[in-house]
């Protein structure tokens, strides 16, 4: 299980135990009396001892983690590095210089994770695929190798073992002439190689296809929750709280529930959320300057917006209002629109499709400010008591339109179904809050499951 390292402050500097030719400070580090900047890092390989089988049936070596020969670095300019052990008489013995390249490994996956990572999620997104090895991975799941395609990894069909240096692919058919012909063809699985940006890999497989195991702590991005982002997000939560007329305790409760807000960083948190109420600021410029810093993180983005869902639902119903703040913040991250509907549909949010149509002409005759100052009327009418909410569309739960199968109703379930595990989530090392959120969203995925099994079983 990877472990975050907390070395002693970088600001003194930090020399992993054993290692006397490396050097770490804040930017960069030194080796060889030599200085690379953290920040032209590209990819990041380690390469573990290799040790001999036990057993003479098998003529294969097994890593140790936790044991290191040696990190390559690759570095924008294509330059790579190879830190080693040092050798000599008055080196330190062999075994404990691989223990301190371990700490020095860990520590240099730390710092450098998120901007390797950038660079796959860069080309994923722009390309819709993911290059590895011999593989290339597509958003829908297929895998070709060449242009052949080998399974689609996102299906049950296709199990995902971790070893310490690959990731183990078995496919099985659902014919079994077609698992003895794949076995004796050694076409039965493959393996994705973890030897360059393990830590990057795992993440996107969870990421993507919903992949994790949970004996793994998979890194997570770092998140720059600097005051600029702080500011943003205080300012829209006051925002959304004024646009139903009024702040209450109860949605400024809420807030305090779903987002934690570092008041080292941000003492006068509660001054910037009032005046979030009264602000005048665009609503998209608020939302890109949020976007900014989670651009990269998806899970974020969701959590970002379930929460949003969550303190304008304090009351009970959500104005119409409230929704089009909350949709202009999705469209920000670009989130689709099913996706927004499923969450809102799973926190008791009905007839979405009839409020974005208002949202939509509001947004063609009024500006955002106007737009959060309610009538008399609709003040007068806000008191009376609502109607019943319609029975929710278990469709829109699981992310579907009302003209979806049964197999694709399966299919929907057993995706959301591994995505908001708590399990899951907890080995992926999400906080109590965002485990909280994915636990009341699985438990409508189940129940929309349910009930949608009855009526298509009859």
Same mark, same amino acid.
């Given at each position: 299980m990877q472990q975050k390292v907390e070395p002693p402050s970088l600001e003194q500097g930090y020399r992993p135990r054993y290692l006397k030719t490396l050097f770490f400070r804040e930017t960069s580090f030194e080796y060889k009396r030599r200085t690379y900047l953290y920040a032209n890092?590209?990819?990041?390989?380690?390469?573990?001892? !290799?040790?001999?089988?036990?057993? $003479?049936?098998? =003529?294969?070596? %097994?890593?140790?983690? &936790?044991?290191?020969?040696?990190?390559? @670095?690759?570095?924008?300019?294509?330059?790579?590095?190879?830190?080693?052990?040092?050798?000599?008489?008055?080196?330190?013995?062999?075994?404990?210089?691989?223990?301190?390249?371990?700490?020095?490994?860990?520590?240099?996956?730390?710092?450098?994770?998120?901007?390797?990572?950038?660079?796959y999620e860069k080309d994923f997104g722009l390309n819709g695929k993911l290059v590895w090895g011999r593989y290339v991975l597509?958003?829908?799941?297929?895998?070709?190798?060449?242009?052949?395609?080998?399974?689609?990894?996102?299906?049950?069909?296709?199990?995902?073992?971790?070893?310490?240096?690959?990731?183990?692919?078995?496919?099985?058919?659902?014919?079994?002439?077609?698992?003895? !012909?794949?076995?004796?063809?050694? $076409?039965?699985? =493959?393996?994705? %190689?973890?030897?360059? &940006?393990?830590?990057?890999?795992?993440? @996107?497989?969870?990421?993507?296809?919903?992949?994790?195991?949970?004996?793994?702590?998979l890194r997570e991005k770092s998140l720059k929750t600097d005051r600029d982002f702080y500011e943003a997000l205080l300012t829209l939560g006051g925002f959304l709280c004024k646009a139903d007329g009024q702040v209450t305790s109860q949605e400024i409760a809420a807030f305090k529930t779903c987002f934690t807000i570092d008041e080292n960083i941000v003492p006068d948190a509660a001054r910037l959320f009032k005046a979030g109420a009264q602000t005048s600021q665009n609503l998209k410029e608020l939302a890109e300057n949020i976007y900014k810093t989670l651009e990269h993180n998806p899970s974020m983005q969701e959590h970002l917006i379930i929460g949003l869902i969550r303190i304008a639902m304090t009351n009970g119903h959500?104005?119409?209002?409230?929704?089009?703040?909350?949709?202009?913040v999705a469209e920000c991250f670009g989130m689709l629109n099913a996706d927004l509907r499923r969450l809102a549909t799973a926190y008791g949010v009905y007839n979405t499709g009839h409020q974005q149509e208002q949202g939509n002409d509001q947004r063609q005759h009024t500006d955002t400010h106007e737009h959060h100052q309610e009538t008399r009327k609709e003040r007068q009418q806000s008191r009376s008591a609502p109607p019943p909410p319609p029975p929710p569309s278990y469709f829109h739960i699981l992310g579907l339109d009302e003209t979806a199968d049964w197999p694709e109703i399966k299919k929907a379930y057993r995706k959301l179904a591994k995505k908001y595990h708590p399990d899951l989530l907890h080995a992926t090392g999400a906080t109590e809050t965002e485990i909280e959120q994915a636990a009341e969203v699985l438990k409508q995925v189940n129940e929309a499951y349910t009930e949608l099994g009855k009526r298509f079983k009859g």
């Open positions: 890092i590209k990819h990041l390989s380690i390469h573990y001892k !290799k040790e001999e089988a036990a057993t $003479k049936q098998l =003529f294969t070596t %097994s890593p140790k983690k &936790d044991s290191v020969e040696k990190i390559d @670095l690759t570095f924008r300019d294509d330059t790579r590095l190879s830190i080693r052990p040092s050798r000599g008489l008055f080196a330190f013995p062999l075994a404990h210089q691989q223990q301190g390249l371990k700490d020095a490994a860990e520590l240099l996956e730390d710092i450098t994770f998120t901007q390797r990572l950038n660079y597509h958003k829908n799941g297929d895998v070709f190798k060449g242009e052949q395609l080998v399974c689609n990894i996102a299906t049950p069909a296709v199990r995902c073992y971790l070893h310490p240096q690959y990731v183990e692919c078995l496919i099985s058919h659902e014919r079994i002439l077609d698992n003895i !012909k794949a076995f004796l063809t050694n $076409k039965r699985s =493959f393996k994705l %190689s973890l030897e360059q &940006d393990r830590d990057c890999l795992l993440y @996107l497989l969870k990421d993507a296809f919903g992949l994790s195991w949970p004996q793994e702590k959500m104005k119409n209002s409230q929704w089009y703040v909350i949709q202009i």
